[in-house]
């Protein structure tokens, strides 16, 4: 793949990165450098575009990774296992390289995460604060060339990431390529010298390789039976490793919105400001009798018949409703065939005003099945990552890393809101009134609490109920509390009296 003589980018790849490049235009919103540019039109045309393809990417990002999954090693949350596992999701600050990675993955189609062994800073921090552990990293997959197997296309034996820089030459700036090309058990770093010879708009997008540097080749031993790159697709077919994303397939219709909406400004903008027209001899003439008015500059002429003509602007009905019209319809076929609900965008009819939370799951069927169908991909490759980090651990630290290699239990969420009443009421039915989970498992699920912050919450319940025992105890062990002194006789005989005489005020003033 790399010698003297061959082009960089592989001819093989050229395309998947092309398509890299393209659809990261379409996500930031750059639609005019993909649709129009290629054209050669003029820089300052009109052209208006809406980003549904960053939409589209956000999305099932967010939906996939927008609330954190929980990872667990299968052990008791004090184990071993479980604390390396949490140790390396938290230095990595795995939650946001998945985001990260589901962006990416969604407009690009693939997405790689690098494992390695070493400082975060390289050594420009002192140890201490920078210590030597298990590294994830997400790799640009645009620099990424994997090498298949000659029997499957799907399997990938070997990953080579090969990136060029400028470095200072005699003669100048000189292109260096380097090659860190990924086996099992090693790794193998090389060096080659390049010249440019394509590019656009002033970037280099093609270089060729005219020899190796043999000073530069080493060979690094890992200890790990995998090579350290896992690769996962946003989704795949059985006959390539490439992955495909969530844009090339709504190009024309992007392209086909885009220029309805530049068409609507084009006649907004033309007739913002109309001529008029105007009777015959109402504007000036010049000596031989002729106008004096252009039309373009002072957006005036004049028509024959002035007993005939009233001074009028000239409009043009560009009959923009049916082009609203079709905007509408194009929207919603890209909504459609990207597997988004308009209740997942607030769009049309998509109120959820008295719906239960099942109802809304089921007008979403259509964007969980998308997210599901990515989902199971990267449980896949997560679980390979951890793996590698598993072994490459052991290989460096030896006995230090005192646990047995583990599986690691991933519990991805839906990233839909839950309907917690409906949830008790569907509970209490199927169970006919009992209790369907613990006290610790209610706690850790309502509050995120973990284990131990649960178990201490269920300790002061249980001394607060006690205290309140203690209180009802000591007022029952004393029943003169509870009752009403007794009145003596002539207590009772003087009431009865009072009574009578209440009685008989009220009879006189009858």
């Not at 090579?227 to 992955?243: C, Q, R």
């Not at 919105?257 to 001529?275: E, G, M, Q, W």
């Not at 003509?309 to 459609?336: C, H, K, S």
Request: with cysteine.
């Amino acid at each position: 793949m790399f010698e003297r003589g061959s082009i960089f980018p592989p001819v093989e790849h050229k395309k998947r990165i092309e398509r890299y490049r393209e659809n990261k235009k379409l996500f930031v919103g750059e639609h005019y450098d993909v649709f129009e540019r290629v054209q050669n039109l003029p820089s300052d045309s009109v052209y208006i575009s809406t980003n549904l393809a960053g939409l589209i990417c956000k999305k099932s990002a967010d939906f996939l990774f927008g609330e954190t999954p929980t990872f667990s090693a299968g052990k008791k949350s004090d184990s071993v296992e479980q604390e390396r596992l949490d140790k390396w999701v938290s230095d990595n600050n795995l939650p946001m390289l998945l985001e990260k990675s589901a962006t990416g993955n969604a407009f690009r189609g693939d997405s790689f995460f690098k494992i390695r062994w070493g400082q975060k800073w390289g050594g420009k921090v002192p140890e201490e604060y920078d210590p030597f552990r298990v590294i994830i990293e997400v790799q640009n997959p645009k620099y990424v060339f994997p090498e298949t197997a000659e029997t499957d296309a799907s399997m990938i034996e070997a990953y080579h990431i090969a990136y060029p820089t400028i470095v200072k030459g005699r003669k100048g700036e000189d292109w260096i390529l380097h090659v860190e090309s990924h086996y099992p058990n090693k790794i193998v770093y090389r060096k080659f010298e390049m010249t440019p010879f394509n590019g656009i708009l002033d970037e280099v997008t093609e270089w060729k390789i005219i020899g190796e540097i043999k000073s530069a080749y080493r060979e690094v031993e890992t200890g790990v039976p995998f090579p350290l790159v896992v690769h996962v697709p946003n989704y795949a077919t059985d006959d390539s490793w490439e992955g495909i994303d969530d844009l090339s397939e709504h190009k024309p219709l992007f392209d086909e919105l885009n220029r309805r909406l530049t068409a609507i400004a084009t006649i907004l903008d033309k007739h913002a400001d109309p001529a008029i027209a105007v009777p015959t001899g109402v504007l000036g003439e010049d000596e031989y009798g002729n106008p004096t008015f252009i039309v373009g500059r002072d957006k005036v002429f004049e028509v024959m018949g002035k007993d005939d003509v009233i001074p009028q602007y000239i409009t043009w009905n560009g009959q923009l409703q049916a082009a609203f019209d079709e905007i509408d319809r194009i929207t919603e076929m890209i909504l459609v065939n990207a597997e988004i609900p308009a209740v997942a965008l607030g769009k049309g009819d998509s109120g959820t005003s008295g719906s239960s939370g099942l109802a809304i799951k089921f007008r979403m069927n259509s964007l969980l099945a998308k997210i599901n169908r990515k989902r199971q991909y990267y449980d896949k490759g997560l679980k390979e990552l951890f793996l590698i980090c598993q072994l490459l651990e052991k290989a460096k630290l030896g006995s230090k890393a005192n646990y047995e290699l583990f599986d690691v239990k991933i519990h991805f969420k839906d990233g839909l809101p839950k309907d917690d009443a409906e949830l008790a009421n569907i509970m209490n039915v199927r169970t006919g009134g009992k209790p369907t989970i613990s006290q610790k498992t209610a706690l850790m699920l309502l509050d995120d609490l973990t284990e131990e912050q649960a178990e201490a919450e269920l300790q002061r319940m249980e001394e607060e109920a006690d205290k309140e025992n203690e209180k009802t105890e000591s007022m029952f062990a004393n029943p003169s509390i509870f009752q009403t002194p007794l009145k003596n006789a002539e207590d009772e005989a003087e009431d009865v009296e009072n009574q009578n005489n209440v009685n008989n005020e009220g009879n006189g003033d009858e």
